[in-house]
């Protein structure tokens, strides 16, 4: 176990909701990075944070957005859900931006 | 949990057997690659590491093999068991940037 909590564990959303995801990170860990990863494919690096900012964004439209708290745990918010947006939603935490990322196991959100 | 990865390419192996995984990466400039493991339902483990100034580096029962002359990465289980059965999936990134993941491959231990 990595230690990376993730809440819920499964959630089903209708086209056009909005839904946030949340990310507990190791401990002593300020980094969060989220990716997406649709069934059959590698993760898709959404964005990072690091201490409370974010440090980097992947191809993903303003409607992905995201936040980190001073304990550094972290949601994913996204809004005008479309269908597409099914997807195993991962975060991963890391002890500083540039090191090693451990993977929590994931919220699977189905979008109807 | 859920399945992972229903039409990946898939390595099958005997259990015993050594298993070598392939991972073409696509940027030349990428100089810090991971091989992550992933079982169904789960998030992806962290297996093994390598920066581009090496060529090879072994783990317990893993060695990763790095060839920058044909962007070639090769994940290696000596002795492979049941418990290797998952998806693995390596990822190439600047060291400091976010990382590109490739497809995956599914590895099936044969008893």
């Known amino acids: 176990e990595t230690g990376v909590t993730q809440s819920p564990t499964h959630l089903i959303k209708t086209r056009g909701q909005q839904v946030t995801l949340r990310c507990s990170s190791q401990?002593?860990?300020?980094?969060v990075s989220w990716y997406q990863q649709a069934l059959g494919q590698g993760p898709q690096f959404i964005f990072q944070?690091?201490?409370?900012?974010?440090?980097g964004r992947g191809n993903f439209p303003p409607r992905f957005s995201g936040l980190q708290f001073p304990n550094y745990s972290s949601e994913l918010n996204v809004n005008a859900l479309e269908l597409d947006d099914s997807a195993l939603y991962l975060c991963?935490?890391?002890?500083?931006?540039?090191?090693?990322?451990?993977f929590g196991p994931g919220t699977r959100l189905t979008v109807l | 949990g859920e399945s992972v990865g229903l039409h990946l390419p898939t390595l099958s192996v005997q259990e015993g057997d050594n298993s070598i995984i392939n991972c073409a990466y696509s940027?030349?400039?990428?100089?810090?690659f991971i091989w992550y493991k992933q079982e169904s339902g789960k998030g992806p483990q962290f297996i093994i590491d390598?920066?581009?100034?090496?060529d090879k580096r072994q783990g317990q029962r893993v060695t990763v093999l790095l060839n920058k002359t044909v962007k070639h990465l090769s994940l290696q289980i000596a002795a492979t068991q049941p418990g290797d059965s998952a998806v693995y999936f390596c990822?190439?990134?600047?060291?400091?940037?976010?990382?590109?993941f490739g497809p995956g491959t599914r590895l099936s231990v044969l008893p």
């Open positions: 990822a190439e990134g600047l060291y400091g940037q976010n990382f590109v």
């Open positions: 390598i920066r581009s100034n090496m």
């Open positions: 940027n030349s400039a990428s100089d810090y």
């Open positions: 991963a935490s890391s002890l500083d931006w540039e090191d090693t990322q451990y």
């Open positions: 944070y690091y201490r409370e900012e974010e440090n």
């Open positions: 401990s002593g860990h300020n980094t």
